[in-house]
């Protein structure tokens, strides 16, 4: 093999020299870099990172460097011999900080040369001029626009690796299979490297496959597993069964994994490339996650459900024979309060399920709340047919029913955790984390901020946000205020009489929540100003903090559930009025929602997988909507989240409603 790759690299030697392009090797000495090795041959540095994108970074002392001879001159750029420019497309969701980095440049010397952007925003799709400073280039970093969302290779998993020459005809897709990674890996551990050349040496993983990894014929093809992606619907997809896929694939003998390269029947028509196909797969999967769904009309599977519902009521801690004795830890104990409030809401969803004809057995049991008493539940109990778990409540408990259901793929749903949990294949976290919620409110800021007069504020505690904050709203102005503390003085300075002012204020100090309130509602008597945030702690529902001063201040902040309208919940309201004579709390209706959205996705598909292949959009109840997505190491994670806005008369309502 290793004489057969030789062959291949002098064969594109031969090939180049034929268009008569010269090329020797130069061994690297002490001292230099690939400015004076450029220099010293009279031909550019891009010349020689061409042929050795490992060039890029540190040049070891005795190393071989392939120099193509020429008798040509440098370029020159329009303005400097110094200054060279790549021209750059813009990607969804890109800004000029993004771009500043991945491309190693001041976002002012990007507008220096596309003036358009200091009174416009980056477009999708439109082309810009990135300026790089040829003297630097030996220590500068080139991102392609595929690179942006890649780790660099310091920050690497995948410890071990090995070199391998490209082939000719070699695509990444075939790479990444013969050595057993993902491309994304593949990527990530050459990010210099944007398009395979054969004769080029990048960096792989040390597993190697025995077969070949050129496609010899037209019959098959590569295909990176996608998020939410099954073996089910692949074969459905490719038209072959899911045991031929197994004798063409041996590794999927240890399950499907995001990333994972297929080998499969070949269904393209020649007029997209892969990055093409990517692309526009990505931005159908945005369109449809916009979709709100209604599954009550696409009703197929009525095979009764059986649902187990865990939580920890924690039983055995109370006397059974007293009845004062529930009523006390009911009163004191506020989990199994949760736990009761929940249920309920689970049983009415249960009735209500009835009227679509989707018929339930449910079981519940008791956790008490810990982990070994799960295991003993599962073990003791017959969950083969069980179609879904939900439950348990607390994070230690929840991860132990996965680990412990996930040999039978029996889905886990987590109900109220907003806890980030180990990664399993059958593990839905339900509850959007607090960063889920946080980048929600950085994506509303950054789509609708445009044209406003953006002001941070924040303490010290919350540095990381106010960093994130700036770097996706460059042009903002911060205030750093004293610990507790801020005069309508200090923010009148940087407040705009023209424009709408947006403050983002970032605190859980109660002291410094109150005053900065105050001083805006003040200051919003003769200056448009609308309040954020993007994490409504228990700071903001403080008795010292005004509701009306929020209420004139249009506060805004990302929220898992919303206020439900009382006219269009009146039915479940007096529902659960005539059972429990009580108004139902934010448990209840949580346990209603994900208890129906699971009922209606189980009775609309084979199975739960099944439905978030076939329905990609959002579905939405009382308070609650839910769309996951496939976290990158197994299972998946609801991603939908309200931004809840306050008005004067202190209603809430939906400020990015679909």
Same mark, same amino acid.
């Given at each position: 093999?290793?004489?057969?790759?030789?062959?291949?690299?002098?064969?594109?030697?031969?090939?180049?020299?034929?268009?008569?392009?010269?090329? /020797?090797?130069?061994?690297?000495?002490?001292?230099?870099?690939?400015?004076?090795?450029?220099?010293?041959?009279?031909?550019? #540095?891009?010349? *020689?990172?061409?042929?050795?994108? =490992?060039?890029?970074?540190?040049? #070891?002392?005795?190393?071989?460097?392939?120099?193509?001879?020429?008798?040509?001159?440098?370029?020159?750029?329009? $303005?400097?011999? =110094?200054?060279?420019?790549?021209?750059?497309?813009?990607?969804?969701? #890109?800004?000029?900080?993004?771009?500043?980095? !991945?491309?190693?440049?001041?976002?002012?010397?990007?507008?220096?040369?596309?003036?358009?952007?200091?009174?416009?925003?980056?477009?999708?799709? +439109?082309?810009?001029?990135?300026?790089?400073?040829?003297?630097?280039?030996?220590?500068?970093?080139?991102?392609?626009?595929? +690179?942006?969302?890649?780790?660099?290779?310091?920050?690497? +998993?995948?410890?071990?690796?090995?070199?391998?020459?490209?082939?000719?005809?070699?695509?990444?897709?075939?790479?990444?299979?013969?050595?057993?990674?993902?491309?994304?890996?593949? %990527?990530?551990?050459?990010? /210099?490297?944007?398009?395979?050349?054969?004769?080029?040496?990048?960096?792989?993983?040390?597993?190697?496959? !025995?077969?070949?990894?050129?496609?010899?014929? $037209?019959?098959?093809?590569?295909?990176?597993?996608?998020?939410?992606?099954?073996?089910?619907?692949?074969?459905?997809?490719?038209?072959?069964?899911?045991?031929?896929?197994?004798?063409?694939?041996?590794?999927?003998?240890?399950?499907?994994?995001?990333?994972?390269?297929?080998?499969?029947?070949?269904?393209?028509?020649?007029?997209?490339?892969?990055?093409?196909? #990517?692309?526009?797969?990505? @931005?159908?999967?945005?369109?449809?996650?916009?979709?709100?769904?209604?599954?009550?009309?696409?009703?197929?599977?009525?095979?009764?459900?059986?649902?187990?519902?865990?939580?920890?009521?924690?039983?055995?801690?109370?006397?059974?024979?007293?009845?004062?004795?529930?009523?006390?830890?009911?009163?004191?104990?506020?989990?199994?309060?949760?736990?009761?409030?929940?249920?309920?809401?689970?049983?009415?969803?249960?009735?209500?399920?009835?009227?679509?004809?989707?018929?339930?057995?449910?079981?519940?049991? =008791?956790?008490?709340?810990?982990?070994?008493?799960?295991?003993?539940?599962?073990?003791?109990?017959?969950?083969?047919?069980?179609?879904?778990?939900?439950?348990?409540?607390?994070?230690?408990?929840?991860?132990?029913?996965?680990?412990?259901?996930?040999?039978?793929?029996?889905?886990?749903?987590?109900?109220?955790?907003?806890?980030?949990?180990?990664?399993?294949?059958?593990?839905?976290?339900?509850?959007?984390?607090?960063?889920?919620?946080?980048?929600?409110?950085?994506?509303?800021?950054?789509?609708?901020?445009?044209?406003?007069?953006? *002001?941070?504020?924040?303490?010290?505690?919350?540095?990381?946000?106010?960093?994130?904050?700036?770097?996706?709203?460059?042009?903002?102005?911060?205030?750093?205020?004293?610990?507790?503390?801020?005069?309508? $003085?200090?923010?009148?300075?940087?407040?705009?009489?023209?424009?709408?002012?947006?403050?983002?204020?970032?605190?859980?100090?109660?002291?410094?929540?109150?005053?900065?309130?105050?001083?805006?509602?003040?200051?919003?008597?003769?200056?448009?100003?609308?309040?954020?945030?993007?994490?409504?702690?228990?700071?903001?529902?403080? =008795?010292?903090?005004?509701?009306?001063?929020?209420?004139?201040?249009?506060?805004?902040?990302?929220?898992?559930?919303?206020?439900?309208?009382?006219?269009?919940?009146? %039915?479940?309201?007096?529902?659960?009025?005539?059972?429990?004579?009580?108004?139902?709390?934010?448990?209840?209706?949580?346990?209603?929602?994900?208890?129906? !959205?699971?009922?209606?996705?189980?009775?609309?598909?084979?199975?739960?997988?099944?439905?978030?292949?076939?329905?990609?959009?959002?579905?939405?109840?009382?308070?609650?909507?839910?769309?996951?997505?496939? /976290?990158?190491?197994?299972?998946?994670?609801?991603?939908?989240?309200?931004?809840?806005?306050?008005?004067?008369?202190?209603?809430?309502?939906?400020?990015? @409603?679909?």
């Amino acid at each position: 093999m290793k004489y057969l790759l030789i062959v291949c690299f002098l064969f594109q030697l031969s090939t180049l020299s034929a268009s008569a392009q010269e090329f /020797k090797y130069h061994t690297v000495e002490a001292g230099e870099t690939v400015y004076s090795i450029a220099k010293s041959y009279n031909i550019s #540095e891009e010349a *020689i990172y061409k042929y050795n994108p =490992d060039a890029k970074g540190n040049l #070891e002392v005795s190393s071989k460097l392939v120099i193509p001879l020429s008798k040509q001159k440098k370029e020159v750029s329009a $303005e400097t011999e =110094d200054i060279q420019f790549i021209t750059h497309t813009v990607k969804r969701k #890109e800004t000029l900080y993004r771009l500043s980095k !991945d491309y190693n440049v001041e976002i002012d010397e990007i507008k220096r040369f596309n003036k358009h952007l200091y009174s416009e925003e980056l477009q999708r799709g +439109e082309e810009i001029l990135i300026p790089q400073r040829k003297k630097a280039a030996g220590n500068t970093e080139l991102a392609s626009s595929r +690179e942006l969302d890649i780790p660099r290779a310091a920050n690497q +998993e995948i410890s071990e690796t090995r070199e391998h020459v490209v082939l000719p005809k070699e695509t990444k897709y075939g790479i990444a299979r013969k050595y057993g990674i993902t491309v994304k890996e593949l %990527e990530e551990l050459n990010p /210099k490297v944007d398009v395979l050349k054969p004769g080029v040496m990048i960096r792989v993983g040390t597993d190697v496959l !025995d077969e070949p990894v050129i496609l010899t014929d $037209e019959v098959f093809e590569f295909y990176e597993v996608k998020p939410k992606e099954t073996l089910f619907g692949l074969s459905r997809k490719f038209d072959v069964s899911q045991d031929s896929l197994m004798s063409l694939n041996p590794a999927l003998e240890d399950g499907l994994k995001i990333g994972m390269v297929l080998k499969v029947p070949n269904t393209d028509d020649g007029e997209n490339l892969p990055g093409d196909l #990517e692309d526009l797969a990505g @931005d159908a999967e945005n369109d449809n996650a916009n979709k709100k769904l209604d599954l009550s009309s696409k009703l197929s599977n009525f095979n009764t459900k059986e649902l187990v519902v865990l939580l920890p009521y924690n039983l055995n801690q109370i006397d059974q024979d007293s009845i004062s004795s529930y009523r006390e830890a009911i009163l004191d104990d506020r989990v199994l309060r949760i736990s009761l409030d929940f249920y309920s809401g689970v049983k009415m969803a249960v009735e209500k399920a009835k009227s679509f004809g989707i018929s339930t057995q449910l079981k519940t049991y =008791d956790t008490r709340r810990n982990v070994q008493e799960v295991t003993n539940i599962i073990n003791s109990n017959d969950f083969s047919s069980v179609d879904a778990v939900i439950g348990p409540l607390l994070q230690n408990t929840t991860e132990a029913a996965a680990a412990r259901l996930v040999q039978y793929n029996i889905p886990v749903i987590s109900p109220l955790s907003n806890r980030e949990m180990r990664s399993y294949q059958n593990l839905f976290q339900s509850r959007p984390t607090d960063e889920i919620l946080k980048n929600a409110m950085f994506d509303y800021l950054q789509k609708n901020a445009v044209g406003k007069n953006v *002001i941070i504020i924040a303490d010290a505690a919350k540095n990381q946000e106010k960093n994130e904050l700036t770097q996706i709203l460059p042009n903002s102005r911060v205030i750093f205020p004293s610990e507790a503390y801020l005069s309508a $003085e200090k923010i009148q300075g940087v407040l705009s009489k023209t424009q709408e002012n947006w403050v983002i204020l970032e605190s859980s100090n109660i002291g410094l929540i109150s005053s900065t309130t105050s001083a805006l509602n003040r200051l919003a008597r003769e200056h448009q100003i609308k309040l954020f945030t993007t994490n409504r702690n228990s700071g903001f529902e403080d =008795d010292v903090v005004d509701n009306e001063h929020l209420g004139r201040l249009n506060f805004h902040y990302p929220s898992v559930d919303k206020q439900y309208d009382d006219m269009m919940t009146e %039915e479940f309201i007096e529902d659960y009025k005539e059972q429990f004579n009580m108004i139902p709390n934010q448990y209840v209706v949580r346990g209603y929602d994900l208890t129906l !959205d699971i009922l209606l996705r189980l009775a609309s598909a084979e199975d739960l997988y099944d439905s978030f292949e076939k329905y990609t959009g959002f579905t939405e109840y009382h308070e609650n909507k839910f769309h996951y997505t496939s /976290k990158r190491n197994g299972g998946f994670y609801n991603d939908a989240v309200y931004i809840m806005s306050l008005d004067e008369e202190l209603n809430l309502k939906v400020a990015n @409603d679909q």
